[in-house]
């Protein structure tokens, strides 16, 4: 009986590691995209830069704040 709880144990450690690193590679990725689209955007339109940088500011933190919540999910399924 005491194997099986340390053996679920382990596994939702890995599965909390799992779920971290799935979460910051997803936010690695959408900052990519982000700071790439940007960069073309104003590279088309260097009059649109200034709104242009403060959208992309918002929508780097919105997807940070995911990446930072899925995190936390994954610390409280760890220790709970």
Do not use: C, H, N, T
Not at 24 to 52: F, N, Y
Not at 53 to 67: N, P, T, Y
Request: net charge negative; no cysteine.
């Amino acid at each position: 009986m005491l194997s099986m709880i340390l053996a679920a144990e382990a596994l939702a450690a890995v599965g909390a590691a799992l779920g971290a690193g799935v979460a910051a590679i997803g936010a690695g990725l959408g900052i990519g995209k982000i700071g790439s689209s940007a960069m073309e955007a104003i590279a088309r339109q260097p009059e649109a830069a200034g709104d242009i940088r403060s959208s992309m500011i918002v929508i780097g933190a919105l997807v940070e704040g995911v990446a930072l919540f899925a995190v936390i999910v994954s610390a409280l399924a760890l220790f709970l």
